[in-house]
């Protein structure tokens, strides 16, 4: 009870967190007409509007929280004007609007709601057609899985293209076995990189969408006529995945707490610092490709720069909130060899990609 008056006696509320979720601490604050500085993570960065109702900091710990406090500190006027108890008032409610909330997640789940149930199409309209790819490299154990799920969705028109990626072990007679078993179409190019393989798939695509597939992952039989009703019946969004199910090299699930990714999608300011967008493994608008591309530069987290040049695009998806799809985790992925040892060099070569790709060139003559 005594909070809000001992607020009341400051300029500013401080939450300097290394991890956060919805933090109500930010909430009080606003609620007792306070602005907030703090740090980009979780709830935060969704609860904060910087200049408007506090500052969010360049990231964690203490010399980025003092780049951003050490000049409130100096200037404590800046924080004062800040203190507008009706506005904050007002972004309070926005944030706490039960209405809204319910109003979203009905949207998302299964239920009265739902917006993702197929609506019965004009009786001349055939079905839109999704073009599966699946790159491979060295993936004989698991790619007959994969093909296998793709070719038994239930969306009505599915084409399957497999690229070899340059892969030419003996074991890598199953994909011509596998033409000859599933209506599949292989090509081969030299190698060039998880990134390089989907986007040949996508340059030979039919579809007005494409579903880039790893081969060594598994597709739940409904999971493109899912997407596909999500993306029909929602012309303003890109694209549509799911959450995914982690299983091991067996195919056996993981158990409780950590058994699969709930991503939210590209929407959320979150997703500069974290993959919050979704997997590779999504049904995507075949035009998003006249513009955008997966980066052949980049070693891993292909998916997710690409999710974030949507973000800055104003291109955004949705995930259903439900596994409709498996991941299966290898103890020899490229996201462990390559990925997890690399993280903050990966993610500077993927900050340095997205500036480039930002830089508007001009030439000048002479």
Avoid: K
């Amino acid at each position: 009870a005594e909070v809000p008056g001992r607020m009341a006696e400051h300029d500013l509320v401080v939450v300097p967190s290394r991890w956060e979720c919805w933090p109500y601490v930010a909430l009080e604050a606003f609620a007792a007409g306070m602005p907030v500085l703090g740090t980009p993570v979780g709830g935060l960065q969704e609860m904060i509007r910087p200049g408007v109702t506090g500052w969010l900091t360049a990231a964690t710990g203490p010399e980025a929280l003092m780049d951003t406090l050490g000049p409130l500190v100096a200037e404590p006027s800046r924080a004062r004007s800040a203190r507008d108890p009706e506005a904050l008032a007002a972004h309070l409610s926005d944030l706490a609007d039960a209405d809204a909330f319910r109003a979203a997640y009905l949207t998302l789940t299964a239920g009265e709601g739902r917006q993702d149930v197929p609506t019965t199409p004009p009786a001349d309209a055939a079905p839109p057609l999704v073009t599966i790819v699946i790159p491979y490299h060295r993936m004989a154990r698991f790619v007959e899985e994969t093909v296998a799920s793709a070719c038994a969705q239930t969306h009505p028109r599915v084409e399957v293209i497999v690229v070899n990626d340059g892969s030419f072990e003996l074991e890598d007679v199953i994909l011509a076995e596998l033409a000859t078993r599933f209506p599949i179409r292989v090509v081969t190019q030299e190698n060039r990189g998880l990134g390089g393989a989907r986007n040949l798939g996508i340059a030979l695509s039919r579809g007005r969408y494409v579903l880039p597939l790893d081969a060594d992952n598994v597709l739940e039989p409904e999971f493109a006529a899912r997407c596909v009703a999500l993306l029909e019946a929602n012309p303003d969004i890109d694209y549509v995945t799911s959450w995914s199910r982690y299983v091991d090299e067996a195919g056996t699930p993981f158990p409780p707490p950590a058994e699969g990714y709930r991503p939210v999608g590209n929407w959320s300011a979150l997703v500069e610092e974290r993959n919050v967008a979704g997997d590779g493994t999504a049904v995507i608008r075949r035009s998003v490709f006249d513009r955008h591309r997966f980066s052949e530069g980049l070693t891993s987290f292909e998916d997710w720069a690409l999710y974030r040049e949507l973000a800055r695009a104003g291109r955004h998806g949705r995930v259903i909130p439900e596994m409709l799809w498996r991941y299966r985790v290898r103890e020899q992925s490229m996201l462990r060899e390559v990925g997890l040892g690399h993280d903050e060099r990966l993610r500077d070569e993927m900050d340095a990609l997205i500036r480039e790709q930002e830089v508007t060139w001009v030439s000048r003559n002479g």
